[in-house]
């Protein structure tokens, strides 16, 4: 096995929590008794990184060795000089996720080290990360473990490394990723993780805070629960070429790791690296010699306009130093700008330490050479987005937005059949509600940025989180929510008109008939929601006042001569989700359902259509059969990617990929815990598509399926105690768990 194997399986650690708390429970999370420690000279509000180690000999100790970790702001833990966690996942004061790790692989008889780097950003941090002040926990899960390693109740030493500064981010646009680091390698204490470093200097880490967990009263703010989602996983990544090189030769060797890169005294050089495609992780520059040189690393996006990310070193001259970011990067170019003085610079080898939430892909699709290209690289967009929670943009924001994340949750759902992320998505965002019902657009994040139009987009992110899972108990936590929402909306609509009013909170700009058409499909969903919430009283109010709603604004909006619905009753200006809104809120009567959809994929997109706009035409596109047009929706989908427009490189992108499982493929759940399925495949010009979807419960479903003179036959294969039916040209096969053959 080698190192990055054993850095995954290493990683693949943290989150064991439940399994072995199950088995091995002698102390429960109420009779912790770490405490929050810190470096007494520290000021909370600054930035700093510190380290904080603890040496412990262990003689008769065999098995698992189980902590639990957290850190204000990020930790890095390593046993015995071995990385063993990264952490904590981030959400909010009254949600601060801890790690369960067994280190017991990495432990040894005798004299063992812990050792902890935690980087505390101070007023450069990123606008996804809450803090309180700089401080560790480390908490054993039994008696003896606590004994031995607890923070507070044993002691630890700490110290700041001086060799790393924060390099601030620049920028006129709005930014809320990670800082740049600037590196002094003079002053960095190298080994420090290492059994063999003297820490004699070092002072005693000083308690400030016990623990307090979620759920309880407190006068610390960190509430502590444990990490609901997989770890985070490491994988070395090499680049492709370097794309630039001035005055100097690189050859496939240096990129492969095979030979070094020597760069002579009092040169300039530029190298720009390329890694294929946009990627994130830890880029790891490996180098000797260069005292007094300096480095700059510039960090750019497939697209261009990106912000301006850049760290900076200043190597101290000794031999095999490596350098790692103190924050993950997203790029798809790297450029180092190097300047020797008067020693040569040595660089040994330059990787990419791929950073995502472990994840299992499961998915495949077949059509075409340009829509294969458009599912894979939307796809790779998606696993790029996929780390603590779902990240929409992972160059400028690295922030969760429900608008995005509904469509990047269940694109990953529909490639793992993993929901982890999107059932945490959902529970972030209840977990932002301000006291209206309202909830914020983007979260976590320390700021109150609040939409009605994003609020009722919650709802329909657990209509759809249920329709691939059956989690009555996650529903009911949620009902409530989604009550209070609903009846804030009623009390500032307009009671003569229905519609949303011109002056209404947080309305945001968005077309009043648009936003109530949202309301009245949320209401749809809201009915199956209560329904299945065992509220059939509250079920029952949310149709009828849906139906009742569809009345008034079908008169109010809808245009005959234009088979569409306005955004406002003037009707004066038009939009294709707006009607799309009005069919999938059941506004449009049966016979008119069809040429109102034909209408709209006729229409041509708007510049500033957005993808959660496009989720809802691709929606109305499923509920309603019509999908002819569909292929000019792909199309649009191609030419943001061959212009490299920043908004292709959005993790919503991914909706091309529910387009391509959910339309050419026809795949799609028609009952909450995906039991039932229809396929009701469009291929466009296209004579045979295969594609596979991942089923939330385990196993997959999967087409096989060729095109002739308007026919179609193949196989279909579902996973068993699923059951359903084939469509085609409004002809239908019932269809069964495992594989069987179609033909009509």
């Known amino acids: ?320 130093r490596t350098f790692q970011p103190s924050g993950y990067r997203t790029f798809r170019y790297i450029r180092l700008d190097i300047a020797t003085s008067k020693s040569p610079l040595t660089l040994i080898d330059y990787t990419n330490n791929y950073l995502q939430q472990q994840l299992t892909d499961k998915s495949a699709f077949t059509a075409s050479a340009t829509l294969d290209t458009l599912w894979k690289v939307a796809k790779q967009i998606a696993f790029t987005g996929a780390q603590d929670f779902l990240i929409e943009d992972a160059y400028n924001e690295q922030l969760q937005y429900i608008q995005g994340a509904r469509i990047h949750g269940l694109a990953i759902a529909a490639i793992t059949g993993d929901l982890q992320l999107l059932k945490q998505a959902i529970w972030q965002a209840a977990q932002s509600r301000i006291p209206e019902g309202l909830i914020r657009d983007r979260y976590p994040a320390d700021d109150r940025i609040i939409s009605v139009s994003s609020s009722l987009q919650w709802i329909g992110s657990i209509q759809d989180y249920l329709m691939l899972k059956n989690d009555k108990v996650f529903a009911k936590q949620l009902y409530p929510g989604v009550k209070q929402l609903l009846n804030w909306f009623e009390e500032n609509q307009d009671p003569q008109t229905g519609l949303a009013t011109a002056n209404m909170p947080y309305r945001n700009d968005v077309p009043v008939a648009k936003l109530t058409y949202q309301y009245i499909y949320a209401l749809r969903q809201a009915a199956q929601i209560a329904g299945y919430c065992d509220a059939p009283v509250d079920s029952l109010s949310y149709s009828k006042t849906a139906d009742k709603l569809r009345e008034q604004l079908y008169q109010q909006c809808y245009d005959q001569s234009k088979s569409l619905f306005a955004d406002a009753p003037g009707k004066s200006s038009f939009s294709r989700s707006t009607t799309a809104l009005a069919v999938l809120g059941q506004a449009v009567p049966p016979k008119q359902v069809k040429n109102v959809m034909q209408r709209v994929l006729n229409e041509k997109a708007g510049s500033n259509e957005t993808f959660w706009e496009k989720y809802f035409i691709f929606k109305a596109m499923q509920e309603s059969g019509v999908t002819d047009e569909y292929a000019e929706e792909l199309r649009l989908f191609l030419a943001m990617y061959e212009q490299k427009l920043p908004a292709f490189y959005k993790s919503s992108v991914a909706l091309a990929n529910l387009y391509l499982l959910g339309i050419t493929a026809g795949i799609q759940s028609t009952s909450y815990g995906f039991k039932t399925v229809l396929i009701a495949p469009d291929p466009g010009k296209q004579p045979q598509v295969k594609a596979t979807m991942a089923h939330p419960d385990g196993g997959t479903i999967s087409v096989d399926l060729q095109f002739t003179n308007n026919r179609v036959k193949g196989k279909v294969s579902l996973p068993f105690g699923v059951t359903g039916k084939f469509r085609w040209r409004g002809k239908d096969i019932t269809l069964h768990g495992g594989p069987q053959e179609v033909s009509l």
Request: with cysteine; aromatic share 12%.
């Open 1 to 320: 096995m080698n190192y990055w194997q054993r850095c995954k399986l290493l990683l693949a650690l943290i989150g064991i929590s439940s399994s072995l708390y199950a088995q091995n429970s002698d102390l429960s999370p109420a009779n912790w008794n770490a405490q929050w420690v810190t470096m007494s000279s520290t000021q909370s509000a600054d930035y700093g990184v510190y380290l904080f180690r603890k040496q412990f000999d262990l003689t008769n100790y065999s098995g698992p060795f189980i902590i639990h970790c957290t850190a204000d702001n990020h930790y890095r833990l390593y046993v015995n000089g071995k990385l063993a966690g990264m952490g904590p996942a981030r959400f909010d004061l009254s949600n601060w996720y801890y790690e369960t790790i067994d280190i017991g692989p990495l432990l040894k008889y005798g004299s063992n080290t812990l050792a902890v780097e935690v980087l505390y950003y101070g007023p450069y941090k990123p606008r996804a990360q809450f803090t309180k002040a700089m401080g560790l926990l480390v908490q054993g899960h039994t008696d003896k473990e606590a004994a031995i390693i607890n923070t507070g109740s044993t002691p630890w030493k700490v110290t700041t490394n001086e060799g790393i500064d924060v390099w601030p981010v620049k920028s006129s646009a709005f930014y809320g990723a990670f800082p740049g680091d600037s590196i002094t390698a003079q002053f960095h204490p190298w080994g420090w993780e290492q059994a063999s470093y003297k820490d004699t200097d070092w002072e005693i880490a000083t308690p400030t805070a016990s623990i307090a967990l979620q759920g309880k009263s407190a006068l610390d703010w960190r509430l502590l629960t444990p990490r609901t989602i997989n770890p985070l996983t490491l994988e070395k990544q090499r680049f492709i070429g370097v794309k630039d090189a001035h005055n100097l030769e690189i050859g496939k060797s240096f990129l492969a790791g095979v030979e070094p890169l020597n760069i002579p005294a009092k040169q300039k050089v530029s190298l720009l690296f390329d890694a294929g495609y946009q990627t994130t992780g830890l880029p790891e520059l490996q180098l000797s010699g260069g005292l007094d040189a300096d480095i700059n690393i510039t960090y750019i996006p497939e697209y261009s306009g990106g912000t301006k990310l850049q760290d900076h070193i200043s190597p101290d001259g000794a031999a095999r």
